[in-house]
Each structure stands twice: as structure tokens, then as C-alpha cells.
């Protein structure tokens, strides 16, 4: 279980550097890929943890920032938006089994970040598909189909 957790902090702590480097945008393409091997490895119990801990890496380089106007607001905020990736860490063993995952998969991840910016905080914020602002060619894609489009792809590559 401990190469599974180092898995999902390597992974969130590629993806939240996406978001603070803009020249590291393309770390997106491939940082979700050691969370999704831990995850298929692991069971419904594991997948919540590995959910929690790489929402916890992920969020904690994304907005690290919020700590400098209130250290309590960022915990409660870390916890709250780990709520979200526990639930993705449960699904995903159910989406796993379906035949067309390279579909469900990312459409689980689009509705989680749908309900994140519309559920209680309406936070926003850090969703896949903002990353890609520096890359001119596919942030077009937005213009048309939106940022959840984006995020869509993200996690179907």
C-alpha cells in the first residue's frame, strides 16, 4: 500500500505543478497515470484513500497560495475538495470493469469536476482542463466545446 500512496502523491504533485508553472503544462498529459496504475491495483477501501491523498498532493501545490491569507481556510479546503477524489476512488473500481472505460472514465472525472464547481463552494478552480491555457492549438477546443471538453481529454490520453 505504500508504493500505491507514493504512486498518488507523485502523481498529484505532477498535476498541481501543471497549474503553478506554465511552462509545465504538459506534465498534465502523462502526472495522472501513476494515480490511475495505484488505483487499478488497489480495491473500493484503497481506491478512497489513494483518492484522498492524491486529491491532498494535487490541491496542496495547485493553491498553495490560499495559506498566505488563511492556513485554517486551506485545510478545510484541502479536506472538502478530497471529498470529491474519494468519491472518484470509489467509482473507479465500478467504471473499471465497463467495456468502454476509456469513455466513463473520463466522464466520471468531468461530472466530479461539474459538481465541484456547482456543489456548496462552487470552487472552481484547478480543474485539468485549465492547464492547458498555454497551449495554443487545444485551448481553441475551448472556445467550442468548453474547458470540461479539455479535461475530457486529459484523462482519456
Known sequence: ????????????????????????WFLV?????????????AGSRGGVILGIVFSLAYYAVAIFWIAK???????????YLSLYYALFGFLYRKFLKRTLLILSLPSLWVILEFLKERVWTGFGWANLGYSQYRNLYL???????????????IVMV
Open 1 to 24: 500500500m505504500v508504493f500505491k500512496i507514493t504512486l498518488a502523491i507523485l502523481s498529484g504533485l505532477l498535476t498541481g505543478l501543471s497549474f503553478n508553472y506554465s511552462c509545465l
Open 29 to 41: 498529459w502523462f502526472s495522472l497515470v501513476p494515480f490511475f496504475y495505484a488505483m487499478e491495483k
Open 69 to 79: 491569507v488563511t492556513v485554517l481556510g486551506l485545510i478545510v479546503l484541502l479536506g
Open 139 to 153: 485551448i481553441q477546443t475551448a472556445d467550442l466545446l468548453g474547458e470540461k471538453f479539455i479535461s475530457f481529454i
